[in-house]
């Protein structure tokens, strides 16, 4: 199985990013899929899960409203749409993905599989 995320760089702040991660090795059916960050000296948290549908999603309260996450069910692809963007957004951003509920992931709860990150840097 492989996540393989891009779409990170350099932006100013209020700026926008979207990122994308591509699932590829299995069918990813009932699969939730998530993205979550770790910035520099911090642990890694979670930023906002999709259920396999698309129907539901769940984002922490740090992002909500400015974050949009989606999914393409037929191209096994997730993406970030990253909008108002602050300094403390910059992070290493993973996409995530397993089998549970939105609830869950967003505990950290159930992931069975981590991407490669994707850098992004919110400049002030």
């Known amino acids: 199985v492989q996540l393989q995320a891009s779409g990170g760089g350099l932006v100013q702040a209020g700026g926008s990013l979207r990122l994308s991660c591509a699932a590829s090795g299995r069918s990813f059916r009932n699969y939730v899929m998530g993205w979550f960050r770790q910035a520099p000296g911090k642990e890694r948290e979670f930023v906002a899960a999709?259920?396999?549908?698309?129907?539901?999603?769940f984002y922490a309260d740090s992002v909500e409203g400015r974050f949009t996450i989606s999914r393409d069910i037929a191209e096994n692809t997730v993406s970030l749409q990253m909008n108002s963007l602050k300094p403390e957004d910059t992070a290493v951003y993973h996409c995530?993905?397993?089998?549970?509920?939105?609830?869950?992931?967003?505990?950290?709860?159930?992931?069975?599989?981590w991407g490669k990150g994707t850098q992004v840097t919110v400049s002030s």
């Open positions: 995530a993905t397993g089998i549970t509920t939105i609830q869950a992931m967003g505990r950290g709860y159930g992931i069975m599989y």
């Open positions: 999709i259920s396999w549908s698309g129907g539901n999603t």
